[in-house]
């Protein structure tokens, strides 16, 4: 081995050596930093050192990080079961909530048939109000114009015995004055005629009262 590569394997070996011991203080080993800490030397022979020391670092870095086949294996076969239930939960749980949905829309579609049922009821029992209500409107009415033909009829009955009654009192004071037998007589008759028109409005007018 020559002069010069004992002098770089040497160089290289305090390279890392110090860029290690600058590593564990948390810092970053700079070239400036490590040149300071061997003590010189060439920024080529430094930076080509520090280089491979780099390398090296992240050579062992993924040699750790890298998990060995059968931990990868294990991994990726957990990952696949944990998927698999998680997957499996899901459909359970996507299966209870249309089962919940579906019993839910029937008990509104329920809600809303007896609704629809209670309303054609309720319609139809309104119609049924409406066409008997103007049924009694109608026989009101009828009641209204019967009551008032019958005050009428009362009112002209009134009247005709109104008219007897001064009759029959004019025909009493003329009788009273009569000084022969046939007019005696003759008003007698006539007395007795109308105090039957007089009895037959009155039972006329009791029967129109009868009727109210």
Known sequence: MSNERMDYESRRALVFQAATEIAETGQVPSLEAV?????????TTLTRALREWRKEKDRQQT????????VSDLAQRLAGDLWKAATAE?????????????????????EMTEVLRSADLMATQMTEIQSRAEELQ???????RGRSDAETQLQVQTTKVVNLEERVSELRKELADAKSASTSSSLHDEI???????????????K???KE
């Open 35 to 43: 040149k300071l800490k061997v003590g010189g030397g060439s920024y």
């Open 63 to 70: 040699a750790v990080e890298a998990p060995p086949e059968i």
């Open 208 to 210: 129109i009262l009868a």
């Open 90 to 110: 899901a459909q359970m749980g996507l299966a209870a909530a249309r089962e919940a949905l579906n019993l839910e829309n029937k008990r509104l579609q329920e």
């Open 192 to 206: 007795q005629s109308l105090r039957a028109q007089l009895s037959t409005l009155t039972e006329q007018n009791a």
């Open 138 to 144: 109608a026989k009101l009415e009828e009641a209204s």
